[in-house]
């Protein structure tokens, strides 16, 4: 019956129409007094002074609304029993529930408990949580409410929605499921980031941050939540925002914590994405045994005590993952951002940064702070390989992305490693811009030397501050990702403007709704003229493969038009360009 239940619900994902909203209750239909069933979810009986019944809108509208009272009530709220006929799965499609709230004069005895829950049948399906004890607006007014819940599977033949308080009072009315626009449909694979670039047929990547497992905003079990579905629809490489750090693997020291970062793999793996690990070896978001002091050895550990923390740290994880995290970003952000003795006698060098690793592993590498030593870099990176051979390792920096003194010094660090034969397969290009501040010809010049150092470079965290040029930079970007032959990957730093770590920058591809930005659609457009370059470059001879009498024809914007078509047929289409067996055929 599972089965049955998940395929209606993407049965009805297809079928759906756009934007909508489905009205539950508004309470017009009852007659004043009608008492709804109030439920305590924890099972205890509710006491008989709680109550939820139609009455009168305390504004003195000519409106019906319900009433609800509660005394002494943990996790009580009203049951309403779903319309006839439509069921759990329907009720999932629509992803949000809106109401109008309206809260008295009365306080309740704590402000604690006035957070909205929601559940579909037993299963919680929303909860406001700590630490955003939700603002319910002013007293004696109407609220216009909406969240978006995570859908389940179930049978469930009623819902429940309600405060969840302990002693309080508040009426509700206009209880409606909404289906927000996203300004693309995702179930359409066709309209989606994911298959353009997977057409290209040329192995790259186009992948994304899964918001931090404290950002609650993300279940990664729950294929059926639509943060999942953006992700697993549009995107094929998966990096972890934050649970894959020093601090959230290893809290305590050889006390490793797998559950979210394992959770992601698995994801990953149940829908076809690579996943990038970031990061084994940072100066930030250490735990404290590590240091308290980023920029400190604070517990004065000695190099050999920190190399050993640091094998083992490297060791565990990748070993943990070998064979399913394709790539690590095995350093990060080892440079100084002022790069003061670059230019050295007549070579070129780097300032390491001051981190717990540079000061208390020391070495020779690196200038600046005489106490400042790169053998840390040299070893994550041999730890690492030894650990998986087949992963590919990178350097990850920020500032480095165009012209100057820190991008030459990346350079010239990724330069020395190579000459050292450490295993090192490419760079990480952060490109966390401000607006205005991609500069392409400088991008492309750093991308290519890197190639003639033999070297992959990766896009890694991508994101850029809100502008009117913003879509043109996010095209700008991915045609470079597209056209330069070593940068295989580009990864977006988050899904949504809300959750993004530069929240007010609004930089990402989605909005607070998971509705797509004209900056999505630039990428896309990019991805598909890449695309469309491949086919009018390499067109796939008709020879090359036997011929099937049955085709799948594709529009020249990459939209499928017909499955299964018969080949004749294809001459019978309106006149126009169509895309059969990846080769371009022209009706007249
Ligand atoms: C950021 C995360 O996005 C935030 O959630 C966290 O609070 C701080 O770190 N460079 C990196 C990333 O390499 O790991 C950082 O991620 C952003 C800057």
């Not at 929601?118 to 609220?143: F, S, T, V």
């Not at 990957?489 to 989605?510: E, K, T, Y």
Request: charged share 25%; glycine share 6%.
């Amino acid at each position: 019956m599972k089965k049955i239940c998940f395929l209606a619900v993407l049965l009805s994902l297809f079928t759906s129409l756009p934007a909508e909203e489905y009205p539950l209750y508004d309470f017009e239909n009852y007659e004043i007094g009608t008492e709804f069933l109030l439920k305590d979810v924890s099972g205890n009986p509710v006491s008989a002074k709680s109550y939820a019944v139609v009455a009168a809108d305390p504004t003195g509208k000519d409106n019906k609304v319900l009433h609800v009272l509660l005394v002494n009530s943990w996790n009580t709220y009203p049951e309403y029993p779903l319309p006839d006929g439509f069921t759990a799965a329907e009720f999932c499609t629509y992803q949000s529930v809106a109401f109008s709230l309206y809260r008295p004069q009365v306080l309740p005895k704590n402000n604690d408990n006035m957070q909205t829950a929601i559940y579909l049948g037993d299963k919680k399906i929303y909860q406001e949580e700590h630490p955003n004890y939700p603002d319910q607006g002013e007293r004696g007014k109407w609220h216009e409410k909406r969240y978006a819940f995570t859908p389940v599977e179930t049978e469930a033949s009623y819902f429940l929605l309600g405060l969840h308080a302990d002693t309080m009072e508040y009426y509700l009315d206009n209880i409606r499921l909404v289906r927000v626009e996203k300004g693309y449909d995702y179930t359409d694979e066709t309209q989606t980031l994911r298959y353009y670039v997977e057409q290209c047929g040329n192995g790259k990547h186009i992948g994304v941050a899964t918001p931090s497992s404290w950002k609650n905003v993300i279940d990664l079990n729950n294929d059926l939540l639509d943060m999942s579905q953006t992700v697993f629809r549009n995107f094929n490489m998966v990096v972890a925002e934050d649970d894959m750090k020093f601090d959230a693997i290893e809290p305590n020291r050889n006390d490793f914590n797998f559950g979210y970062a394992d959770a992601l793999v698995d994801f990953a793996e149940r829908h076809g994405m690579k996943v990038r690990g970031h990061t084994l070896c940072w100066h930030k978001q250490l735990p404290e045994w590590v240091t308290k002091n980023e920029d400190r050895n604070s517990h004065n550990y000695s190099r050999e005590e920190l190399l050993s923390i640091l094998r083992n740290h490297i060791d565990t994880i990748v070993s943990h993952y070998k064979g399913r995290i394709a790539e690590w970003d095995v350093v990060n952000e080892c440079l100084e951002d002022n790069q003061r003795s670059y230019y050295y006698g007549e070579s070129y060098m780097y300032d390491l940064r001051a981190s717990v690793w540079s000061k208390g592993i020391g070495g020779k590498l690196g200038w600046g702070d005489e106490n400042v030593g790169g053998d840390f870099i040299d070893s994550a990176f041999v730890y690492a390989h030894r650990a998986d051979p087949d992963a590919k390792l990178f350097l990850n920096d920020y500032g480095v992305e165009n012209r100057g003194r820190k991008a030459d010094a990346y350079y010239y660090l990724a330069k020395h490693l190579v000459d050292n034969n450490i295993p090192i397969h490419g760079v990480g290009l952060q490109c966390h811009f401000k607006a205005g501040e991609l500069d392409s010809a400088g991008l492309v010049r750093q991308i290519q030397r890197f190639q003639e150092l033999g070297l992959e470079v990766i896009i890694t965290e991508l994101d850029i501050a809100s502008s009117d040029k913003q879509a043109d930079e996010f095209r700008t970007i991915t045609n470079i990702f597209m056209e330069q032959k070593n940068c295989p990957n580009m990864v977006l730093w988050g899904v949504s403007d809300r959750d993004s770590w530069r929240s007010g920058a609004l930089p990402l591809l989605f909005d607070a709704d998971l509705a797509a930005k004209p900056a999505f659609f630039a990428v896309r457009d990019a991805l598909e003229k890449a695309w469309n370059d491949i086919l009018s470059v390499a067109p796939v001879p008709n020879d090359a493969r036997p011929q099937s009498p049955y085709v799948d024809v594709y529009n020249f914007a990459g939209q499928k038009i017909a499955s299964g078509m018969r080949r004749e047929s294809v001459n019978f289409l309106p006149t126009g360009i169509y895309i059969v067996d990846g080769e371009k055929i022209m009706v007249r």
